[in-house]
């Protein structure tokens, strides 16, 4: 009976030191710097979009609508925590066998298997699940600013849950995951040029040109009903991209404190430069000019933040504040879309000419392939013809099934409202509540 006793006891005790060695390794596997940088960065990212970016566009559009731009941007980041967390995740970064050039599986549906003690790189696959979580909460919030003013609520939440999983999920996956085609082939998207401003972009312009202008535009001046709001907003969303840029390095090192210098290099020549436009043709710089041209810059150096230096930096920005002002013109000026925001001509071309130039300004001292900028085996031709294939790929693609989404749901709900309503605004035809009552 004693020699079981011992036998039973020396098993135990075996196993014991095994668990508790492969948790001891797990927690050696976490660093404390990392974590808490991806933890702060985390918390910029999410702080973007509130109030950062609610703020952005609750300035820009009219008093009549403010509230329900604040609440769209509320909603989305609700809803999109919780289908990320039920499948998004999952189906973003997991391996989806057969067809992993594609899209994920269904490993981490519900956060299965991410545990206090689980690791993604040297910080907690848990934090690393929720740093990705404020992406997917951004995107679709940044889509709402072309079809502002006269969405319908219920229409708005149907497609951007829809658009989450059709197209965000999987362009994700092809560009962020290890066996996405994007990500094999060796594009260089380090915090979301075709990920985020490509896809939330051209689904902006798409969603423009299908619900239609609003019945004011081009009839009168739809300014900004707070551009001190605006303003403030703006000074968040440059404070939070630091998370956004910097944290996707996922590590507190150089390669994170390069990304946030360019990133504030950009911004401030993409804030200088459309300012600077605006000077020479109209007499005068505007306050929407230069906070426009900040967001640009902004946008256009993401792709590229981690794979350029500071000279760089200046010139992309700098293109960005040239390029963006250009399309902006050309969208409501010459092509007279209603893009309400101007979410294409600023992240969709700003996420495209960043994409772009990252294959051209990619500096071997700081990249993240063996030790250089371009993808492994790459030159300047080669990166740049992956570049224009994952700008394509992500184009049409996001095109194609936004399309498709905003004709399903406008069979199933009607996507906007209808002329009294519109002239009656959305914070009252939708919420029943006024943002200001004087």
Known sequence: MSKIYKLVSSSLLFFMLILGSSNAIAADAINGADTAWIMISTA?????????????????????????????????????????????????????????????????????????????????????????????????????GAFAERARFSAMMLFSTIWLFVVYVPVTHWVWAEGGWLFEMGLLDFAGGTVVHITAGVAAIVSALVIGKRKDFGVHMLPPHNLTMTVVGAGMLWVGWFGFNGGSALAADGNAAMAMLVTHISASAGAGMWAAIEWVR???????????????GLGTITPASGFVGPAGALVIGLSAGVVCYTATQLIKVKFKLDDSLDVFPVHGVGGILGTFLAGIFASAQLGVFSGQGYAEGMNMLSQIQVQLIGIGATFMYTAVMTYIILKVVDKLVSLRVDHDEETEGLDIVSHDERGYDF
């Not at 509230?67 to 995740?89: E, H, K, N, P, R």
């Not at 710089?285 to 900040?294: A, N």
Request: charged share 10%; net charge neutral; hydrophobic share 55%.
């Open 44 to 144: 910029l990212v999410l702080f973007m979009t509130l109030p950062g970016l609610a703020l952005f566009y609750g300035g820009l559009v009219r008093t009549k609508n403010v509230l329900s731009i604040l609440m769209q941007c509320f909603a989305i980041t609700s809803i999109m925590s919780i289908l990320w967390l039920v499948a998004g995740y999952s189906l973003a970064f997991s391996d989806g066998g057969s067809m992993n050039a594609f899209i994920g599986g269904f490993d981490k549906v519900l956060f299965a298997g991410v545990m206090e003690d689980s690791v993604s790189g040297t910080i907690p696959e848990g934090l690393f699940a929720l740093f990705q979580m404020t992406f997917a909460i951004i995107t679709p919030a940044l889509i709402v």
């Open 282 to 296: 109209h007499g005068k710089p505007s306050v929407l000019g230069i906070v426009t041209g900040m967001v640009a």
